[in-house]
Nanobody, 125 residues
């Protein structure tokens, strides 16, 4: 079974930064497209970023575009999400999720069979 483990969450002030990491058991991480989702209390999962398996192309939701950056390390088999200029509305549990699809094609949660346990991000002064 593919395993994903998020880390790096915590409490940060508005305008601050955090870097989340997703460690995987993937033999070759570029065989999976990896997305980051977040879920605020009482809300649905929101897809915020994805990196494609085939060509490392990236996608960002409008809510995070220009502030968040997704990247992957094929040696360590990890995917990171650098989050800058954080806002209180970024507060959520953040999940990484994997799909065997070659390309990111949206953020429908059921299209991602593999999920991590989530890491809490709280943005507050």
């Amino acid at each position: 079974q593919l395993q994903l483990v998020e880390s790096g969450g915590g409490l940060v002030q508005p305008g601050g930064s955090l870097r989340l990491s997703c460690a995987t058991s993937i033999v070759s991480i570029n065989t999976y497209s990896i997305a980051w989702f977040r879920q605020a209390p009482g809300k649905e999962h929101e897809g915020i970023s994805c990196i494609s398996a085939s060509d490392d192309s990236t996608d960002y939701a409008d809510s995070v575009k220009g502030r968040f950056t997704i990247s992957r390390d094929n040696v360590k088999n990890t995917v990171s999400l650098q989050m800058n200029s954080l806002k209180p509305e970024d507060t959520a549990v953040y999940y990484c999720a994997a799909s065997a699809a070659f390309y990111c094609s949206g953020y429908v949660p059921y299209e991602y069979p593999y999920w991590g346990q989530g890491t809490q991000v709280t943005v507050s002064s």
